[in-house]
């Protein structure tokens, strides 16, 4: 599936004479593009087809959603259900079969009747000509140690067409720092001298797999009341506040309460329908709250913040200030360090899957990054997962000719034995979308018991999400998309139209990896373990989130904030990151950030 974005839904849109100033709406439909796995045209289409039966609605987020509701739910019930029937050979009797037939062609005698001549005669069938392999896979493939074969992965290892005819490759699309004359490429012995850490060290950092789906209501209640408890104690002392105040007792005056944003039901959060629960020292009740005097403020279900207000019935809080938080302070190395100005800064290579087409289960992705590698020896390689997606097609028909586990340890040695000249230290991430890995939140490391001794040396294998530290310079690293995740519950107003700071002020401000109370359906949490796990110890100098969205770098409170990207979008090439940093030292005055330059690059 090609990369959706709001200027080519804008154009589709256009094309029809539908007007879109919305950019809150434009960013609903991507979100709807995303979430069922359509194109552009093809979603404008059935809100054109749609919008004719409501008398001409206009595009909103209002009527996007009932859109939603009404229209692509049913439409993605519909294609699971015949996919489940499919696999599982299941037959149909006769009049079930005439009515599936006729709905199909009503809906699309519907859609083409607002398709128009220009757009359908561009349309044709799409066939994979023999492409022989180029000299580079071929070579790269030789290796002994590249053991990626795509026909021992699917019965039908075409490469992606799609994928092989890309543009832009090596395009720098996004740059931060100083850029000009930056030399990308390497050391002559990468990742020699590099110290590479957890933060946390071994004893408190996740290492094994753990029993889950065992915790109790209790326990994660006891867990958010901490949470509650902790960030609140950090309020206070920050913003000088004297003391917090019973959320539901009356008050003439003016009162500080302090508590976790909620909503009052189980749809999304909104203006009107924002809840505070407070701790058991403040009475650990949920009491309505009032935004209509705040000017402004940027919202989350989860979020800990102390509000100032009147509540005078002991009912509802009438809101006038809002307190949000601080971030944790920066590492600081406990040795001072002296630092050669001859050395080199470090260069530090980010990259996170898919690392296949959706079309096809072949590798091509993956060696081109690889030889990216080759090329610009980077001293640390920041891998993210999935490697093994379990959102793929092939995977999702259970087209596959070997098991998931072999398929990613032959995916793992590849990079290992393909980098091997380098010598670049490489860091493997788990994602949830790793169909082999366990399924929870924290996620524990990978475990891979082949490698050799000269193999482990180079490889650290860490949990989701992590802090490393690596010589003096902090990274926070997650695979989880919580961008994607905070940007559909997120409310703001007057905070700005940049919704990518404000969800990454949050983290850093609320000190978690995953803050957003209660999760997304599709991220299974332990609340123990995550207590323990899942929170910044500090705040990061360089803060890795990976996401579905537009990639990116940004400077959030002194933390340099990196979206790569991923390394495929749909059947085309997507992007991966490159940051150069400088050593950190002690005893300087004023803090600089370590992060010298970095961009975001088309693989």
């Avoid at 398709?115 to 799409?126: C, D, E, F, I, Y």
């Avoid at 060290?201 to 996740?206: D, R, S």
């Avoid at 990116?552 to 150069?580: A, M, S």
């Amino acid at each position: 599936m090609s990369l959706v974005t709001a200027e080519s839904l804008k154009s589709e849109l256009d094309m029809f004479g539908i007007a879109c100033q919305n950019d809150s709406a434009l960013d609903k439909m991507v979100e709807q593009c995303i979430c069922h796995r359509i194109q552009a045209d093809e979603i404008v289409l059935q809100w054109v087809a749609y919008r004719s039966t409501k008398n001409a609605l206009k595009v909103t987020v209002e009527t996007l959603e009932q859109f939603e509701h009404e229209i692509l739910n049913r439409k993605s019930k519909l294609k699971q259900d015949s996919r489940r029937e499919e696999t599982l050979g299941r037959t149909r009797d006769y009049n079930s079969l005439q009515e599936l037939v006729k709905a199909e062609v009503e809906e699309e005698d519907l859609l083409n009747s607002y398709s128009t001549p220009a757009k359908g005669s561009q349309k044709r069938v799409l066939t994979t000509p023999e492409q022989p392999q180029s000299k580079r896979s071929a070579a790269l493939l030789a290796s002994p140690g590249l053991l990626l074969s795509p026909a021992s992965f699917s019965p039908s290892p075409t490469p992606s067409q799609k994928y092989s005819q890309r543009g832009g490759k090596g395009e720098v699309v996004v740059s931060f720092g100083l850029v000009q004359g930056t030399r990308w490429t390497g050391r002559s012995s990468p990742g020699s001298g590099v110290q590479l850490d957890l933060l946390e060290g071994p004893e408190e950092t996740l290492t094994n797999s753990y029993k889950f789906m065992f915790q109790r209501l209790r326990d994660v209640r006891n867990v958010l009341t901490e949470k509650i408890e902790e960030l609140g104690e950090g309020l206070r002392s920050h913003f000088n506040i004297e003391e917090f105040s019973p959320v539901s007792l009356p008050a003439q005056d003016t009162i500080t309460v302090v508590g976790q944003i909620c909503c009052d039901s189980n749809g999304k959060l909104n203006a009107h329908s924002v809840l505070l629960e407070a701790g058991p020292e403040q009475g650990g009740q949920q009491i309505p709250v009032d935004l209509s005097e705040l000017k402004e403020y940027s919202l989350f279900p989860g979020q800990v913040v102390a509000m100032e207000g009147m509540n005078t019935t002991g009912r509802k809080l009438v809101a006038s200030r809002l307190y949000e938080g601080a971030p944790l302070p920066f590492f600081t190395p406990q040795v001072k360090m002296e630092v050669d100005e001859a050395v080199e800064p470090l260069n530090v290579l980010v990259a996170c899957g898919p690392y296949t087409p959706s079309d096809t289960l072949t590798y091509d992705p993956l060696l081109d990054l690889i030889h990216v590698i080759l090329r610009d020896r980077p001293d640390v390689c920041l891998l993210l997962g999935p490697f093994v997606d379990a959102k793929h097609e092939q995977i999702e028909k259970a087209q596959v000719t070997e098991t998931f586990d072999a398929i990613f340890t032959r995916c793992i040695e590849s990079i290992v034995d393909g980098t091997k000249s380098v010598g670049s230290r490489l860091v493997f991430v788990p994602s949830q979308r790793d169909i082999h890995q366990h399924f929870i939140y924290p996620q524990p490391p990978f475990t891979l018991p082949n490698l050799n001794k000269e193999q482990a040396q180079r490889v650290t294998l860490v949990p989701d999400p992590c802090t490393l530290l690596i010589d003096g310079v902090t990274f926070g690293l997650t695979s989880t998309d919580i961008l994607f995740h905070m940007g559909a519950e997120e409310i703001s107003r007057g905070a700005g139209s940049d919704r990518f700071s404000r969800i990454l002020t949050h983290m850093l401000t609320q000190r978690s990896y995953y803050p957003l109370y209660p999760p997304v359906e599709e991220v299974n949490m332990d609340y123990e373990k995550f207590q323990s796990y899942g929170q910044m110890p500090l705040t990061p100098d360089v803060l890795i989130v990976p996401s579905e969205l537009r990639y990116f770098i940004k400077d959030v409170v002194g933390c340099v904030c990196v979206n790569p990207g991923r390394l495929t979008k749909g059947q085309v090439g997507g992007t991966y990151g490159r940051l150069l940093i400088q050593r950190s030292t002690s005893g300087e005055s004023k803090r600089v950030s370590p992060c010298l330059a970095a961009q975001v690059v088309k693989v």
